[in-house]
């Protein structure tokens, strides 16, 4: 098994989230793709990479991926 497998990605339920901006990163600055749970037990926005480094993996009480609002259509939750 993959560790992207492990950390949960194949996952469907609790695993995204629509919002109205991406964040950076909050170990790199760069634009993060997770709002998650770290191995260090707070949660942080994380790239992919620091997300397969520090992140806990995806579902519900571990962290769900960031996906962009498309104006007009999606409502940020």
């Known amino acids: 098994m993959n560790t992207m497998m492990r950390k949960g990605v194949g996952m469907t339920k609790h695993v995204k989230v629509t919002v109205s901006r991406i964040p950076e990163c909050d170990f790199c600055d760069a634009p ?40 007009g259509i999606d409502r940020p939750r």
């Open 32 to 71: 993060a793709k997770y709002d998650g749970k770290t191995k260090f037990g707070p949660w942080a926005n994380m790239c992919g990479r620091c997300f397969v480094r520090h992140g806990i993996g995806l579902g519900l009480g571990r962290g769900q991926e960031l996906v962009l609002a498309v104006a």
